[in-house]
């Protein structure tokens, strides 16, 4: 398929693109001479197909490319249409749209996702490519090492341990985190009565590099948990107040369920549904969702404000995905 004048020239580039569907599915990029393409023709190209871009060459936040082909795997999941439509939808086929989180990031933009295999803990390091300032988000006691080990190969500078709610493991980590990188500031929020260098609030900024995290306040897990936005990437960091097909758990002090129930729908919900959730825990391998996939298939946050209420007041925490959320609470809280 080529693409019009009128629709080259939203790229402000003189590029055609062609869909090729006979045997190996690919997408063929062309221009005149090197241009460099906003990686958002490929963020869309990738909500258009369904199919995932494997692309060869990456410049910063560009990408330069000359009569190169960029192969597209075959399908990673169906196609769900909805009434959702974006920008490169409208010019190819009008009405169809999925609902796929949109990919990728920002080429100055760094994520990697670390597991603590012991408590299925996630642990997220963030930077500025550019810069190297970075933060880390839930570090655990144990895997400090495994951390530090990752900052001091990528040459990153890690300028806060944040967490995102009262976990005694998180909160050691933090602390001993300080010891080897004396000038990384700890921040959690007010709410949780510690000690940190810096006390966060909803509404709070957290800058790293160029890019910043917005601090939403969550509570109903406990009253101090927080989720950590980063609006221009299109993610967030829900630690437990929005697990994967789940929540935290309301059964112990500060726990309430209709609490949480606003949060994740004030706070998590009113997001784009296109923005990808980052959990602080899964028990299943699964590794991230998105807030359309949670407002649709979680089976605990599909219900009404009373149905739910009523589930979280007669959950059976014996099942290990729920008890194993316990092993991180201080003794005040159990």
Request: charged content about 20%.
């Amino acid at each position: 398929m080529l693409l019009s004048r009128e629709e080259q020239s939203t790229f402000k580039s003189d590029v055609y693109v062609h869909f090729q569907n006979q045997g190996s599915p690919s997408l063929l990029v062309e221009c005149n001479s090197n241009q460099r393409i906003p990686m958002s023709i490929f963020s869309s190209a990738l909500r258009f197909s369904g199919r995932n871009v494997r692309i060869s060459r990456q410049i910063s936040s560009c990408l330069s490319v000359s009569n190169q082909v960029l192969n597209l795997s075959k399908p990673a999941i169906s196609a769900h249409v909805s009434n959702e439509k974006s920008m490169l939808t409208h010019g190819f086929s009008k009405g169809f749209s999925t609902h796929i989180e949109r990919q990728p990031h920002s080429g100055d933009f760094f994520l990697r996702q670390l597991f603590d295999r012991e408590s299925c803990t996630y642990t997220y390091l963030l930077a500025d490519a550019y810069s190297k300032d970075a933060v880390l988000i839930d570090p655990v006691i144990e895997l400090i090492e495994r951390d530090l080990e990752v900052v001091k190969e990528l040459e990153l500078n890690i300028r806060y341990a944040l967490s995102t709610h009262m976990h005694s493991d998180h909160s050691t980590a933090a602390l001993k985190l300080k010891k080897y990188l004396p000038s990384c500031k700890t921040v959690i929020s007010a709410a949780s009565g510690a000690i940190a260098d810096t006390l966060v609030r909803h509404g709070d900024i957290i800058h790293f590099g160029r890019h910043q995290l917005e601090v939403r306040a969550t509570p109903g897990h406990t009253n101090c948990c927080v989720t950590y936005v980063c609006h221009e990437e299109g993610v967030a960091f829900t630690g437990d107040t929005l697990l994967i097909r789940g929540c935290g758990r309301t059964d112990f002090d500060q726990g309430d369920p209709e609490t949480l129930y606003n949060s994740i729908y004030n706070q998590i919900f009113s997001l784009p549904n296109m923005l990808r959730l980052y959990p602080g825990h899964d028990y299943r391998g699964r590794t991230v969702t998105s807030v359309l996939e949670e407002k649709r298939y979680n089976p605990r946050l599909t219900k009404s404000r009373e149905e739910f209420i009523q589930i979280m007041k007669t959950l059976n925490f014996a099942h290990a995905t729920d008890n194993q959320m316990e092993h991180s609470l201080p003794e005040s809280f159990k």
